[in-house]
Structures are given as structure tokens and as C-alpha cells.
């Protein structure tokens, strides 16, 4: 678990899990590691509608997260319950409290979710100062599109400043150029603890 009250942890496992039980992870991860209520207070606590259908969708992500073992689950009353964030069996990615706080919170011009742009960070994270990637292997890694990676890339790099990328490349005989892939590299302000 956090060493921390500014140090989150994620497990690298839960990288391949659905935006719903990222944002579950994430609001537990900042609020203490549990919640007790009724699904109309999870969703308004995490800024969702209490309609039927969110409340639905909340209840498939913690069913997913029980199954995965990230979470436990204690029903208090018949509509109220517990939820409990459990010890990381994986590989840790830490990430600071304020970080999560500002990709959480922060509106994007471009068309991606914040949950997708946390993943991408943390996989980028997990890889070190300097990482070469091609969107595909990424995108395969995460559970999501090569869009979506390219999207969360460019928030990374021009909402934030986090990281920097270059194309990596050559040309071939015939003087055609080909890609083969890209490197990230982190400042040092993001790839803190």
C-alpha cells in the first residue's frame, strides 16, 4: 500500500482494467482506500449521475475489481456497503497524489478520458526514464485503442509537459523512410519518487 499520504500506488495489473474500475481505484486511492455507502453516493462522489445506468455500470466495476482481487466488499444493509481497496500482489507503479489529482481533474481538448491518459502515464512510468514503444504493443498492453494512445500521448506531452517523444525511424534502400516506433522520454518533475 502507499508509503505515503502523496504516494499512490497502483498495480501494474490494474492497467488492463476498464476506465469505471480505474476511476474507482483512483477515488479510493485518494479518499482513504474505502468507502462506505449506497451506489447513488459512490456515483455523486465521483461526480457521475445517480441514474440507473451509472449506478449499474458502478456496480459491474466493483463486481470486476472484486474478481481481480484489487477490492473487497462488505454489504452493510440492503443497500448500503462497503468497499475496501486490498494490498498490490503485481509489480507497484507509484505515481504522487497531486499528479493523480491533476489528470483526474483536468478537461482535455482532446477527445480521450482521463482514466485512459493515467494509464498511458503509468505504462510510460512503469518503463523508466526513457522507454521505446510502438502504439500497437501499448495499446495491446492497456486494453485500448492506438487512438486512444496517441490521444493520451499528446495530453501527456501538451497539457502537461510530461513527457517528450520523437519518432524512431530509418530509411530503406529504396530511400523510403519507416518507423519503427517511438521513444518517451518523462521530466524529471513527473517521473518523481
Not at 502507499?2 to 498495480?11: A, L, R
Not at 490494474?14 to 486511492?29: R, T, V
Not at 451506489?39 to 449499474?56: A, I, P
Not at 503485481?90 to 485512459?116: F, N, P, S, T
Request: proline share 2%.
Amino acid at each position: 500500500m502507499p508509503s505515503s499520504k502523496d504516494d499512490m500506488v497502483f498495480d501494474w495489473d490494474w492497467l488492463q482494467l476498464d476506465k469505471a474500475d480505474i476511476e474507482i481505484l483512483s477515488f479510493l486511492l485518494l479518499n482513504g482506500e474505502r468507502f462506505a455507502g449506497t451506489l447513488s453516493e459512490l456515483c455523486r462522489s465521483l461526480g457521475r449521475s445517480g441514474n440507473t445506468r451509472s449506478r449499474n455500470k458502478r456496480q459491474e466495476a466493483i463486481e470486476r475489481l472484486c474478481a481481480a482481487g484489487a477490492i473487497s466488499r462488505n454489504q452493510l444493509s440492503q443497500r448500503r456497503f462497503e468497499i475496501h481497496l486490498l494490498p498490490t500482489k503485481g509489480e507497484e507503479i507509484r505515481i504522487d497524489r497531486k499528479h493523480l489529482e491533476d489528470i483526474r481533474c483536468r478537461r482535455y481538448d482532446r477527445d480521450v478520458a482521463w482514466q485512459q491518459v493515467l494509464k498511458v502515464y503509468l505504462w510510460l512510468k512503469y518503463g523508466g526514464n526513457t522507454i521505446q514503444y510502438k502504439r500497437n504493443e501499448v495499446a495491446a498492453d492497456l486494453g485500448v485503442s492506438p487512438s486512444t494512445i496517441t490521444a493520451a500521448i499528446r495530453v501527456l506531452a501538451d497539457h502537461y509537459g510530461a513527457i517528450s517523444t520523437h519518432r524512431l525511424g530509418s530509411v530503406d534502400s529504396q530511400g523510403n523512410p519507416r518507423c519503427s516506433g517511438q521513444e518517451a522520454s518523462l521530466s524529471a518533475f513527473w517521473l518523481n519518487n
